[in-house]
Nanobody, 122 residues
Framework: QVQVVESGGGLVRSGGSLRLSCAASGFTLGYYAIGWFRQAPGKEREGVLCISSSGGSTNYADSVKGRFTISRNNAKNTVYLQMNSLKPEDTAVYYC???????????????WGQGTQVTVSA
């Protein structure tokens, strides 16, 4: 019934771009803040960006500032993560999750997707 699905990951070269999508079903995504998180091999999961239900964005990771942009299309029940100027250190599984607001902490998020792999080669 309730489902969040990420898509758009893949293998890209350093300096390339990807756009990830987070699509919701079974609930209205526009009522929620949506956060993007990532987990690299051997590292802790970290927050990347979050977009509030009103459309404001919050940046959690200084390393992606100026390169990643979050947006939402409520009519499509979808949130996007545009990733430009990708670096090998961006390699991770990327997750989206729904929360009442953008706190940056995983425990605040109610619904989680399965993740999509992003691999950036040098």
């Amino acid at each position: 019934q309730v489902q969040v699905v990420e898509s758009g990951g893949g293998l890209v070269r350093s300096g390339g771009s990807l756009r990830l999508s987070c699509a919701a079903s079974g609930f209205t995504l526009g009522y929620y803040a949506i956060g993007w998180f990532r987990q690299a091999p051997g590292k802790e999961r970290e927050g990347v960006l979050c977009i509030s239900s009103s459309g404001g964005s919050t940046n959690y990771a200084d390393s992606v500032k100026g390169r990643f942009t979050i947006s939402r299309n409520n009519a499509k029940n979808t949130v996007y993560l545009q990733m430009n100027s990708l670096k090998p250190e961006d390699t991770a599984v990327y997750y989206c999750a729904a929360s009442g607001y953008c706190s940056g902490y995983a425990y605040e998020f109610r619904y989680w997707g399965q993740g999509t792999q992003v691999t950036v080669s040098a």
